[in-house]
DNA sequence: CAACCTAACTTGTACCAACAAGGTGATCGG
DNA sequence: CCGATCACCTTGTTGGTACAAGTTAGGTTG
């Protein structure tokens, strides 16, 4: 795998500070001709980083004064309950079947999703998951070949917690990034889910990431009549419902 | 009133034709070096500009290859992004207005949601939001009567951001809570954000949070075939897909 | 003293050059 | 004819320079 470019290196390293609180919220980023120095790179490059920060909404640039730390919304990320082993919950569901285990080419999207090159080997894992009577939802699961090489997942068998098995052999998930979408279901998702005629589905990718590298791509199709998706951000210490 | 930069002037010329459908969803742009000459610029200022295509999820880049025009356009909606000066986001809330301020009594979720007792007076902003020209949304925003007595929220008039205006008197948001739900609009949903048959909506709800209380509920419908809910937990710098 | 002005910082924009690396198609050799 | 190779396209990354424009501190001037 090519290494990580320079200017990915320095983002990654600063947004460490900014989590760590190293530089405080609100706080002022050494300015660019500084970081040029600390990281010995280019002013270009100096900025790229930061570009990319600052489309993250991590930081906030003010010309003429400098880049300060995103103060909005506080970084206290303990929400999102941490569960077991894995530093995120692998899911709520009660219990999940693998179905099928599949060698496939990465297509456009998914090679953007994973950073490989496209048509690079995946490992997929299909999964029917089930939690009481009503509702259930199929997912996939891909990874990079390199990364379940000689692992149990690339057995056809079901694995308890497959990040676990990932932060075993070194790529341990540091965070991840949601993307939902809704439509009406295709007749294969509507069968298989046994849908109603008339509920849409809700369409979830989630692309796990280690620090280095994103190491799992989950597609999750949900039946939209008995699923609600609950995010919680910050501190959320006031929520209690009754 | 300086003028616009190079870039954005590139960048707007090249989102107007993907806009009118001169470059034909799917299809290629031209490559960095005929932009050059088209527009005269060097190659970095032309990068700069697809840069900002390519963050708006308009286009996508493939090594070897080219730009192409992003075929499925859902506009993401950056759950916990925090909402600054930043310039890449201009197109994402391209604008709102108040349509409606009310007054009203809670009912039992409401008053759960506000913790407030049930029949408690609650102001309510009906807000109609726009982005691009596809695109848009229906919200409703719920806050407690004693929060926002005194203050601009009780005038019928649009706000620049709210949550300014609750920090400022002592009521700073620290987190959230979000709750996503996907069904079919009802008629009168169907009407207002103009959707065509068998398209689903998205429907979220969020509460804001204060140390100590919540302190806003905001209901919000949203196209299904045009909006993309992401959400970022934890250690995300191994993401971004370009 | 107060107002102004300048020097010295900051980020923003724009240019150039070079090489790396992915992708494609033509060409050449078997 | 088929396969390997190479030329030539593409975008990605990194280095440099220069100037514009916003901001601030400190000194200068009236």
Do not use: C
């Not at 991590?58 to 909005?72: A, K, T």
Request: hydrophobic share 35%; aromatic share 6%; charged share 25%.
């Amino acid at each position: 795998m090519r290494a990580e470019s320079r200017y990915r290196q320095i983002a990654r390293a600063l947004r460490r500070e900014i989590q760590e609180g190293s530089l405080p919220l609100g706080g002022q980023l050494p300015s660019e001709k500084q970081l040029e120095e600390r990281f010995d790179a280019s002013r270009n490059t100096v900025r790229l980083a930061l570009g990319m920060l600052r489309n993250q909404g991590l930081i906030v640039s003010r010309p003429g004064r400098g880049h300060f730390v995103q103060d909005v919304v506080p970084e206290t990320f303990h929400a999102n309950r941490p569960k077991g082993a894995d530093r995120f919950n692998e899911s709520n569901m009660a219990g999940q079947t693998l179905e099928e285990l599949q060698l496939l080419s990465a297509n456009a999207d998914l090679a953007s999703r994973l950073r490989v090159p496209e048509g690079e080997m995946t490992v997929v894992r299909r999964m029917y998951r089930f939690s009481g009577e009503i509702s259930g939802s199929i997912s996939s699961a891909y990874y990079p070949m390199d990364l379940v090489q000689g692992t149990p997942l690339m057995l056809p068998e079901d694995v308890e917690s497959a990040l676990s098995v990932l932060a075993e052999h070194g790529h341990r998930q540091v965070g991840f990034v949601d993307e939902l979408e809704t439509r009406m279901p295709n007749p294969t998702e509507a069968s298989q889910l046994e849908l109603p005629p008339g509920v849409p589905i809700l369409w979830m990718h989630r692309t796990d990431l280690s620090e280095e590298r994103p190491i799992r791509v989950v597609e999750t199709v949900y039946a939209g009549h008995s699923i609600r998706y609950q995010y919680e951000h910050g501190d959320i210490s006031a929520y209690h419902r009754d």
